[in-house]
Structure formats: structure tokens, C-alpha cells
């Protein structure tokens, strides 16, 4: 009863009171510990606890004894045990300290969602934008269908895009650009050649927006768009008789 009312978010008071009872009891002491503070959790994020700071002291007591290990948990449990720690330090933006114990989540359980994201999240936060990335790319593997894990790995996608560019690595922004396509097949993200043509007309590097924007047509001569960054690339490079017609 108390892990259904945790699930459904229903009744967080009594879900805590009888997982409370639970361990107690010494029944599934492992698996009530981590759903009691994954509750308690929730009654933060649902603003329903009157003391936010004891509320995540208790969630810390919560793992803290379950990674101990005197309730005998299996790897699954420390490992998100750990993945919980690592969001209280997330959560109060102690990102550095969320990554010691979300690393030792993924080496208990490498295919853990939970560990995978959060680990993207805290490296994301911290601006290490190429270190995150491998962990959103995990976290949609492990659910495909997960629009969380889609949205972050996109704007990771995306500003780290810009970061290669303005290096000159454009090798390496073209394979990013040809995974942004791919997140977008039904969007304006037609080709590679037309993102980066559109990334470098607006850092102002017209010749090399020049040289991607006729490759943009050259592969797809269908797309208005691909016409319109040729037209203000010719613009902008003062070409007025080619950027009109």
C-alpha cells in the first residue's frame, strides 16, 4: 500500500508512515528506505513539507543507510541510493559533490537512467558541455521515448555546436550537426551543411557560411531556407545582385 501511494503521489504522509512501518519491521527495509526518500522527495518538489532542509536531511539519513548496508541492499538499491544523494547536492546546487556519488551510482549499475541524467545534468550546470554529453546520449538509449533525455541532449547538441565552431574543429561540429539532423528529421535541421552554414553566418565567418550553404543546395536544392542563408550570406559579403536573385 505505501509503495503504491508513493508511485501514484497520492497520499506522500501515508506512503512515508507505512514504509516507515515497513522498516521498522525489517520487511524490505532496502527498498522502503529508498522509496521513503524518494517520497520525501516528492513532497519537496510538491512544496508539501513545511521544513525543506530537514526533508532533504532525511532523504540524505535515508541512502546513507542503505550505501552502509545494514539492510543487506542488493546493487540496484545502493546504486540508486547513491543516485538519490547525488540529487540532494544537484538539487542544492552542490554540483561538484553530486558527482562523487552519482559516479559510484553508474559503477554499480552503468545502465541506470536515473544516474546517467543526473550525471548529464551536474556536468551541463558546471559548463562542461563535452563531458555531459556521452551521459545524455546513455540516458536516451536507456529510454528511447524519454523526452527529458531528447530536450537536454538536444541544447547539449546545440551550444556545444557553437563551442567547436568558433574553434575551427569543423570536422567534428559537421558530425554533431549530422546528429542534429537526425533528433529532427521532420524539422528545418533539412542537412549538416545547412546548420553549419546557418551557425557560421551568424558568428560572421561568411566565406566557410558561403561554402556549406552551397553544399546545402547542392544535397538538397528543395528547402526555402537553404536559399535564404545563401542570400544573406551573399548579403552580408556585399554580393547584392546574387544575394536578390
Request: hydrophobic share 40%; net charge negative.
Amino acid at each position: 500500500r505505501g509503495i503504491c501511494l508513493y508511485e501514484e503521489e497520492d497520499d506522500l504522509d501515508e506512503a512515508i508512515r507505512l514504509l516507515s512501518w515497513c522498516i521498522e519491521q525489517d520487511f524490505m527495509a532496502a527498498a522502503c528506505l529508498i522509496r521513503r526518500a524518494s517520497a520525501r522527495l516528492f513532497q519537496i518538489y510538491n512544496e508539501e513539507t513545511d521544513d525543506e532542509d530537514a526533508a532533504y536531511a532525511a532523504v540524505e539519513a535515508d541512502c546513507q543507510r542503505v550505501i552502509e548496508g545494514q539492510d543487506q541492499p542488493c546493487d540496484d538499491q545502493r546504486a540508486e541510493a547513491y543516485n538519490l544523494l547525488g540529487v540532494i547536492f544537484r538539487d542544492q546546487e552542490h554540483y561538484k559533490k553530486a558527482l562523487k556519488p552519482l559516479a559510484a551510482a553508474l559503477e554499480l549499475d552503468g545502465n541506470s537512467y536515473n544516474a546517467n541524467q543526473n550525471t548529464g545534468k551536474c556536468l551541463k550546470a558546471l559548463g562542461r558541455i563535452e563531458e555531459a554529453i556521452p551521459y545524455f546520449e546513455k540516458a536516451a538509449q536507456i529510454e528511447p521515448t524519454d523526452e527529458h533525455s531528447r530536450e537536454y541532449l538536444e541544447a547539449c547538441y546545440d551550444e556545444f555546436l557553437d563551442r567547436l565552431i568558433k574553434k575551427r574543429r569543423l570536422d567534428e561540429a559537421y558530425a554533431l550537426a549530422t546528429k542534429l539532423v537526425k533528433m529532427n528529421p521532420a524539422g528545418k535541421m533539412v542537412n549538416a551543411d545547412a546548420v553549419l552554414a546557418d551557425r557560421l553566418r551568424k558568428l560572421k565567418r561568411q566565406d566557410q557560411a558561403l561554402e556549406y550553404a552551397k553544399r546545402a543546395i547542392d544535397a538538397n536544392p528543395e528547402p526555402g531556407d537553404h536559399y535564404r542563408t545563401l542570400g544573406l550570406c551573399l548579403a552580408t559579403s556585399r554580393d547584392l545582385d546574387g544575394a536578390i536573385a
